[in-house]
């Protein structure tokens, strides 16, 4: 493509009831950017966090990122049927998912518009995800084909590491 659209989410974050609110609230997003022809929707990093005021009481904050990882199943197939059904590529700012080995890593997943997803771990946590939410870091970076060409996701710390961005310009 010669141009690609891209709509970016400022997000508020306020208190839910239930999942539906907040399947409600991105949808709202998702729509508005496809009404004008965006190709990307960017959401922000941890925009889901906002599911802990589900809950009925406070959690510490290695439970509550513990909590959260439990949504990954239900929020991935809440933003690969928008991202069909709204004919835009979603780049889900990143959510904490629980890994296979036990670790918990901060991953922004990539739904295409054609069903595919895509997933990419923060490769540097910061100190305060590592010492308070226990979060890991991944090992690497790589591009995902779009039909609007290749892209590479850095969620938000990484960054401010060069080397990830020559890696993905490499690629």
């Known amino acids: 493509k010669d141009t690609v659209r891209v709509a970016t989410v400022q997000f508020q974050m306020r208190g ?3 999942k539906a609110e907040f399947e409600q609230q991105v949808e709202y997003f998702v729509d508005v ?4 022809r965006a190709d ?9 966090l906002q599911l802990l005021s589900i809950e009925a009481k406070p959690l510490a904050p290695d439970k509550g990122i513990q909590r959260v990882t439990e949504y990954t199943p239900w929020f991935l197939s809440m933003m690969e049927k928008l991202a069909v059904s709204y004919n835009i590529n979603i780049i889900g700012g990143s959510h904490p998912t629980a890994m296979d ?12 518009r054609d069903g595919s997803v895509h997933a990419q771990d923060k490769i540097h ?6 010492y308070w939410w226990n ?12 039909d609007c060409g290749p892209i590479g996701v850095l969620v938000c710390y990484d960054a401010e590491f060069p080397e990830l961005t020559r890696s993905l310009a490499d690629q």
């Open 16 to 18: 839910l009831k239930t």
């Open 40 to 48: 990307f929707v960017v959401f922000p990093e941890l925009f889901t």
């Open 135 to 146: 979060i890991k870091g991944g090992n690497r970076v790589d591009t995902i084909d779009t």
């Open 33 to 36: 950017a496809s009404d004008y």
């Open 125 to 130: 946590p910061t100190p305060d995800e590592r």
């Open 101 to 112: 080995d036990g670790d918990i890593r901060n991953v922004s997943y990539v739904f295409l």
